[in-house]
C-alpha cells in the first residue's frame, strides 16, 4: 500500500484555469506538508496541517488554497494558474516529533502552458 | 537569504570515490539534521539524521553537524553509481509551538563507473 498518495502524477494545464492536487496519507500522521520544487531542485515548504489545522503559511499567494477535511487528507487547489506555478509539487507526511521522518508522495508534475 | 543553504552541484566523481555534501544554516533554533535522497522523477526518502554535533555513521555514510559552525555534512564512501541522485539537507524546528522541517536546495551527485 502507498504510504503517501498524490493524484494526479502530471497535470497539463492552461494559463488561467484553476485546478487540484489531492493527497492521502495512510500511515496516522498528525502533520502533513505541501512543498513545491522548482527547476532547480529546490523543495520550498507552502503549507504545514497539523490535524486539520493550517499551522504554516509561507507567503505563498491567495491563488493557493490547501483544505483538509481529515488528518488523513491534505488537497492543494491553485486559481488562476500562472506560467510560474509549473514545478513539481510533493505532498508529505509526519508524524509528531523533531527527529520523525517526512514520507512524501511520488510529486505532481504541474506545466501551465 | 535562504535558511538553508547548499551548493546545487552537479558533482560528479568516479565510482569508488569519497563524496563530501555539505549545508550551512542560519537558524539557530534548528535542532535536528537529516539528508534525504532524491530520484530522478521520485519524491525524496530520509536517509540519515541527527540532532547532535558529531559524527553518526551508518554503512557507507557518515553525516556530521558542528552546531558551533552552523554546518552538517554527509560523506559517502566507495561511492557506486548507485548513489547518483540529489541529496538534499533538512532541518527541523519548533516554531510557534509546531514543528516545521525546511529543506536546502539539494546538490546533485553523479558518480560514473
Known amino acids: 500500500d502507498t504510504a503517501v498518495s498524490q493524484t494526479p502524477k502530471y497535470l497539463v494545464t492552461q494559463m488561467g484555469n484553476d485546478k487540484s492536487i489531492k493527497c492521502e496519507q495512510n500511515?496516522?500522521?498528525?502533520?502533513m506538508y505541501w512543498y513545491k520544487q522548482d527547476s532547480k531542485k529546490f523543495l520550498k515548504i507552502m503549507f504545514s496541517?497539523?490535524?486539520?489545522?493550517?499551522?504554516i503559511n509561507e507567503t505563498v499567494p491567495n491563488r493557493f488554497s490547501p483544505k483538509s477535511p481529515d488528518k488523513a487528507h491534505l488537497n492543494l487547489h491553485i486559481n488562476s494558474l500562472e506560467l510560474g506555478d509549473s514545478a513539481v509539487y510533493f505532498c508529505?507526511?509526519?508524524?509528531?516529533?523533531?527527529?520523525?521522518?517526512?514520507?512524501f508522495g511520488q510529486g505532481t508534475r504541474l506545466t501551465v502552458v | 537569504q535562504k535558511e538553508v543553504e547548499q551548493d546545487p552541484g552537479p558533482l560528479s566523481v568516479p565510482e569508488g570515490a569519497i563524496v563530501s555534501l555539505n549545508c550551512t544554516y542560519s537558524?539557530?533554533?534548528?535542532?535536528?539534521f537529516m539528508w534525504y535522497r532524491q530520484y530522478s522523477r521520485k519524491g525524496p526518502e530520509l536517509l540519515m539524521y541527527t540532532y547532535s554535533s558529531g559524527n553518526k555513521e551508518d554503512g557507507r555514510f557518515t553525516a556530521q553537524v558542528d552546531k558551533s559552525s552552523k554546518y552538517i555534512s554527509l560523506f559517502i564512501r566507495d561511492s557506486q553509481p548507485s548513489d547518483s541522485a540529489t541529496y538534499l539537507c533538512?532541518?527541523?524546528?519548533?516554531?510557534?509551538?509546531?514543528?516545521?522541517?525546511?529543506f536546502g536546495t539539494g546538490t546533485r551527485l553523479l558518480v560514473s563507473p
Open positions: 508529505a507526511s509526519r508524524p509528531r516529533g523533531l527527529d520523525t521522518e517526512a514520507f
Open positions: 533538512a532541518m527541523s524546528a519548533f516554531t510557534t509551538g509546531f514543528q516545521k522541517l525546511v
Open positions: 496541517y497539523n490535524n486539520k489545522e493550517l499551522i
Open positions: 500511515l496516522g500522521h498528525d502533520t
Open positions: 537558524n539557530s533554533a534548528f535542532q535536528y
